[in-house]
């Protein structure tokens, strides 16, 4: 049954989609919010870092870079403007990039992994209705599995339903768990220096212990979220994994890679 909070977006959705028509966030076309053409043109610009903080070592693989227009546009769109209808776009968008891959570093998301998404304070899940962070995990999960689904539906209420069932299985999936749960709602990490970004996650999140005591084995640990910039969240995440999986490897994998300067002014990410 739907939320009071989930009726008022679709309406809102169906008011605004009526009016504007939903168009390309690259080229403007009208059909999607990323065309078929932009899509095909889009490619991997895969970059490795690793992040080295407290003796925890993270290596991030980021498919593309926040400097690509349709990257910035869609990621603004889905996480900031709040669109879950460009949900299926973003699976896409991740699974033609994820496939681009060099054979080399695809291997590492495919050979006894799990997946772990970035959680969301309740408060922000319930407020955005989704996590950007999962919706990517599934996207690669689904590649890596060789289940790809193309469909791209925008209506609201059906994507609410899969939500729904999906967060309800999450815990018990072999290779997609909640294994973090975000403690402390903390506040934006858009224009904040590098030192005021780690501050800002001390303690952010701990272990879902309901998760953790069925995980078997698994050799990587692979977390996932929409954009690394000093690599904050991702290790704090790592670092509290790493202080219960002493003996997994864990690494991580964003859909973009975004300089410390980049900031949101006026709603835009610059």
């Known amino acids: 049954m739907p939320t009071l909070l989930e009726k008022t977006r679709t309406l ?18 009208i059909g999607d919010y990323v065309c078929e053409y932009c899509l095909e043109n889009l490619h991997a610009k895969s970059r490795i870092q690793t992040l080295l903080v407290n003796m925890i070592e993270l290596p991030v693989l980021s498919l593309q870079t926040i400097h690509t227009k349709l990257i910035r546009e869609i990621i603004h769109l889905y996480k900031y403007d709040c669109v879950i209808q460009a949900s299926g776009t973003i699976k896409r968008i991740v699974q033609k990039l994820y496939t681009e891959l060099p054979n080399e570093e695809k291997k590492a998301f495919t050979e006894n992994v799990i997946f ?71 506040k934006t990490q858009v224009g904040k220096t590098q030192h005021d970004r780690h501050e800002n996650l001390k303690n952010a999140f701990t272990l879902n212990f309901d998760a953790f005591k069925g995980l078997k084995g698994a050799k990587t640990i692979v977390l996932v979220d929409d954009v690394v910039t000093t690599g904050s969240t991702l290790i ?30 006026n709603g835009i990410l610059l």
């Open 116 to 186: 772990v998404p970035i959680p969301l304070h309740t408060s922000r899940l319930k407020w955005r209705g989704y996590n950007q962070s999962r919706t990517i995990a599934q996207a690669l999960l689904e590649e890596s599995d060789g289940k790809i689904n193309t469909n791209n539906t925008h209506d609201v209420s059906q994507y609410h339903a899969k939500l729904k069932v999906d967060e309800s299985k999450l815990a018990n999936n072999n290779r997609l768990i909640r294994l973090l749960n975000r403690s402390l709602k903390t």
């Open 236 to 265: 704090e995440a790592a670092t509290i994994l790493k202080h219960r999986l002493p003996y997994s490897r864990i690494i991580a994998i964003t859909l973009a890679q975004a300089p410390l300067n980049y900031t949101a002014k």
């Open 12 to 29: 809102f959705t169906n008011v605004v989609n009526t009016i504007l028509p939903i168009a390309c966030v690259s080229c403007g076309t």
